[in-house]
Structures are given as structure tokens and as C-alpha cells.
């Protein structure tokens, strides 16, 4: 059995958000709502790729937000924050979390400025995962036709996209794609931007 929470909270005033609610957020969170484009401001001059400052921005200046808390099964709720822009993405922002050791700098970095990117809507692929969800291939469980030499259980996924692929990275630094059962080894950042600039330019992969 999965089940999908999703709570929609349009204007939110956090005086009047319930208990439960209110508890899932933290003092960023908090801030965030009060003062969004100061906060999401004062993140994009934190951002070092050129790709997470322009989506910072986009936030910051967004009219139109609303926030979305999601969780599965017995999972604590996590807030995002839902944005009009492009094809709607949700920001979390970053959580107290620990980073794990093989954790590559590209993504040390984005962690410590966002907790994940939600391309599209909750309970479909696309974006970059929770710190906590990612896994490797092989507990995933994706099917591997072709590993080229790649373990799938070292290939840690931490971005999916909407055609079902995934971009993993490698206990070396690189990284690969997975896609149809095959994996490709690129250039970890080289794919990650690639990706972002495409989906900033309209193009949903």
C-alpha cells in the first residue's frame, strides 16, 4: 500500500496555520513566508552555479506562490514552496540534515542552499530528490540492461526526469545517466546544468 499526502495552503498566514502544519516548518520556512523575496533573494547570492541562482530569482520575484506539504505513508510532511513559473516547480528548502560521506561538491553545495527541486507536480518524476531519498540503482530497484561497467548499487540517483530517466553519481566524482536500462557516463555537473538550462529555457525533459 503507498499513500500520497498533499496539503495546499494558498496565502498562508502562520498565526493561523494548524498545529501539524505549522510544526513541519522550520525558522527558514518560516521567514520564507513572511518575507519571500528577501529570503529567496539572499539564497540566490548564495547559489555558485549559474543555473540555481536563476531559479532562486525566478522565485524571488514569482507573484503568484502558494505552499504544498507532502508526505508518503507514515513520512513526516515536508514543505514546498509552489511557484507560477515554468511548469509550476516546488522548492523544499534546505533541512537540517547531515551530509552523507561520497557526497559530490556539486551536491554539497546545492544542499546547503535548497533541500529539493520538484519539477512537476507531487507523484510525478522530475528534480532533484530529497538529501533522504536518495538511493542507489539497485535499491531503487530500476531495471539495468547494460551497466558499462557501472555497479547500479554504487549509482546513487539524486535527479529524475519526467521520460523516466535518471542521473545518478559515482563513488568517483563522475556520473551517469540511466535511461531505458543503459547507463551513460558524463560529466556530473556538465549534465546537471544541462538539464536545469534546459528546463529554465521551457523545455521539460
Sequence with gaps: MFIQRVITVYQ????KLPADLAGALSGEDKRAISQMRESFDALAKR?????????????ATSDHWHLEFYGTNAKPLIPYFRFHWGGGPAVCLSREIELPT????LLRHFYSVLGGFQENQFGYAGGINLLEEIKSVEAVGYWVAEANGIDPARAMVFLTT???????????????WLRDGEFTPVDLEAAATKYFEALLEGHRS
Design 12 to 15: 498562508p498566514e502562520l498565526v
Design 47 to 59: 547559489a555558485e552555479c549559474s543555473w540555481l541562482r536563476e531559479i532562486l530569482l525566478l522565485c
Design 102 to 105: 561520497g557526497l559530490p561538491p
Design 162 to 176: 519526467l521520460d523516466g530517466g535518471c542521473l545518478c553519481y559515482l563513488a568517483d566524482g563522475n556520473g551517469a
